[in-house]
């Protein structure tokens, strides 16, 4: 099987590539300047706003998995020229999402009586407790921009989306200047207030997005296709989708389990850790963004039926996403404490950071190549070994290693960080060994509209 992309195959995975990475950066910059505005108030906030965000996601991630399901749905659709098997999955992911909103949003409610029972800081809980809830509001057009975003890049447009994310991030950075810091007659609500500032940049976003891609979604939106309350093809849809978002909340449940347990070392080893997670999670969008485009792409000549293409397509982005992530590494591993000082001014907090700024460096790379691999296998509707091989890095050796490595041979901070290394690799191995028995067969299309899928 030959996976060796040609220099066309570069040019088009990184044409459409770049405004999708583009697009993950900006997402993940929302949470950067949330980080960096708190980190100037106290350890106490930024603490809360890394216990926050680990909740919000923890909850949110699955429902971002399982909406994923559009990739291959729309993306083979549209290449098959079969766009209204694709305005029937759009319009079902819209109706999942109603469900996936008043679900996430119940979560919410508890969040600093979990927070208690798992042991943090007793300053920190009510702080990231208030975070949690804040968050409710923008719940909803959370999925909704989610639907939008992987409609339009499954179908090449990518445009809305980037112009979307900016406007979005100047507004962030803007409402978390008034609500942080007490602005324009507003009180101060610190770290809370950072919450409230994203979800209402949310709607926003959702808004922005829908007004700005109209004249490509109109099409699949203008008319509501009763089909779309089939119940059998919302079951049908929800199957496909739900490894993907169990394969998600597998991996960020390791990284919130990992949270945790930081936060039973004291309030600056959950800061210190958030500053180098923060960093992390930044680069770790790129590789995020490539595997989206590589899902487009296999997706797209899957519905061509030319599985030539598929595997260059699948070869190109494992090429590029690796190349990005060893470039990072080298910047983790040489200057650790100049990224440090970027995001606090405790020396402590600044300490623990550097200390796991450059495992970030080592584990970056497993992370991305796995996370490309991952979205070859979405692209041709191989959901399932995904999740599968997550729970088997992350839960059956990372957590474990974890544990070992900090509370029986007192390794700190930096045992924790190095389970999970040891998980991102387990999985990137065996990511790859899936990809390669899939693409050397031929690959049907999806189907949702009958049992045959």
């Not at 319009?91 to 008043?102: D, E, I, N």
């Not at 490894?243 to 597998?250: A, D, E, K």
């Not at 030539?308 to 992530?325: D, K, S, V």
């Not at 191989?382 to 509370?407: E, H, K, M, Q, R």
Request: charged share 10%.
């Amino acid at each position: 099987m030959n996976l060796t992309p040609r220099r066309a195959d570069l040019r088009r995975m990184l044409r459409l590539a770049l405004p999708i990475v583009t697009v993950q950066v900006g997402i993940m910059m929302m949470g950067v300047v949330d980080t960096l505005m708190v980190g100037h108030l106290t350890a106490t906030d930024l603490a809360a706003v890394g216990l926050g965000n680990l909740y919000f996601f923890q909850i949110a991630v699955f429902g971002n998995g399982l909406l994923m399901a559009l990739d291959p749905i729309v993306a083979q659709g549209v290449a098959a020229d079969d766009h209204e098997a694709a305005a029937r999955g759009i319009q079902r992911a819209f109706v999942l999402t109603l469900f996936l909103t008043v679900i996430s949003s119940l979560l919410f409610l508890p969040a600093a009586q979990v927070f208690a029972f798992l042991r943090q800081p007793p300053d920190v809980v009510p702080v990231a407790g208030g975070y949690a809830v804040g968050s409710i509001l923008g719940m909803l057009p959370f999925y909704g921009f989610v639907v939008l975003r992987q409609s339009l890049q499954a179908m090449g447009r990518v445009a809305p989306i980037v112009w979307t994310i900016a406007g979005a991030n100047l507004l962030n950075a803007f409402l978390n200047w008034v609500l942080i810091y007490g602005n324009l007659g507003v009180p101060r609500l610190g770290a809370v207030g950072s919450a409230w500032g994203s979800s209402l940049a949310r709607w926003c976003m959702a808004a922005a997005l829908l007004a700005l891609s109209w004249r490509w979604m109109r099409p699949y939106l203008n008319r509501f296709r009763p089909e779309a309350l089939d119940r059998a093809a919302l079951v049908r849809m929800v199957r496909l989708g739900t490894p993907i978002g169990f394969q998600q909340q597998l991996e960020f449940g390791a990284f919130a389990v990992i949270g945790v347990m930081m936060g039973w070392l004291g309030t600056e080893a959950m800061a210190g850790h958030q500053v180098a997670l923060n960093l992390a999670a930044l680069t770790f969008m790129v590789p995020l963004g490539i595997g989206a485009a590589a899902a487009v792409r296999v997706g797209h000549a899957i519905g061509r039926q030319d599985m030539e293409g598929a595997r260059r397509a699948a070869g190109t982005g494992i090429l590029i996403g690796g190349t990005f992530m060893f470039v990072t590494a080298g910047a983790f591993l040489a200057v650790p404490g100049f990224w440090a000082g970027l995001y606090s001014h405790d020396p402590a907090v600044i300490a623990i950071a550097a200390s796991l700024i450059p495992i970030a460096g080592i584990f970056q790379v497993a992370d991305g190549l796995q996370t490309v691999a991952a979205g070859v296998l979405r692209g041709a509707g191989d959901t399932f070994f995904a999740s599968f091989f997550n729970a088997i890095g992350f839960w059956g050796l990372g957590v474990p290693v974890s544990v070992v490595l900090t509370f029986s041979l007192d390794w700190g901070p930096r045992g924790l960080w190095w389970g999970l290394a040891a998980g991102l690799a387990a999985v990137a191995v065996l990511l790859f060994d899936r990809v390669r028995r899939v693409l050397r067969r031929e690959v049907r299309r999806v189907a949702i509209d009958s049992p045959a899928a």
